[in-house]
């Protein structure tokens, strides 16, 4: 996500449609609906397509991203739901997480370079309450090289060793690297490896 600069991300999606689709991410949305409605933290949510979903199921939702061409797109597209999202224009590493504050937090296909990710991941388990889920799919390295998706960035892609290691403290429901079929919109099309995770704070 912070490879680029904000002004990069909006020319991204000043596209008159949705770059990434206006449905949910697959593994975001079967997670999300074997838990019960709560407070959700939506980061780097981009065009908003979680976070409707989410709204949609009865979540409260806080959405953060720093680009405002996305927030405009995500609240109209809230509005086109006849839902009401909260969203926050700020860059990752300037967002105060709140202590305890949410039931989940989404990560969806969120590329950070290492030294902000570790700060950002940090923030995740800091902003969960105790029994709280982290929902994250990423590109895995073995992306690197595909055109279906995600930077061409080997330092910016995640193993499942790396997410292991800063989420280990929490208790891992599923944690897998897997090849998927990916069909969100223009820019995330055709096979991938990902890395999933559904983890919980205890």
Known sequence: MNEFGG?????????????YGELPNKF???????LNPGKILMLGEGE???????????WHVDAVDFSKT?????????KK????????????????????????????FL?????????????????????????????EKEQLGRTSGGPQNFEMLYSTEELEKDFGNMKIILLEK??????EGDLHKGKAMV????????
């Open 48 to 58: 908003g397509r979680n976070a409707v979903f989410a709204a949609t199921k009865g």
């Open 70 to 78: 996305a927030k405009e797109k995500a609240l109209s597209l809230a």
């Open 7 to 19: 002004e990069f991300w909006d020319d991204k999606f000043s596209a008159k449609d949705f770059v």
């Open 28 to 34: 975001f949305k079967e997670s999300l609906e074997k």
């Open 178 to 183: 897997k090849e998927v079929v990916l069909d």
């Open 195 to 202: 890395v999933r995770l559904l983890s919980q704070k205890i």
């Open 81 to 108: 739901n006849s839902i009401k999202i909260n969203y926050t224009l700020s860059s990752l590493e300037d967002y105060k997480f709140i202590a305890g504050e949410y039931n989940a937090v989404g990560n969806i």
């Open 111 to 139: 590329h950070l370079n290492p030294s902000i990710r570790s700060i950002v991941h940090h923030g995740i388990i800091t902003a969960l309450r105790t029994g709280g889920y982290l929902i994250l799919e990423v590109f």
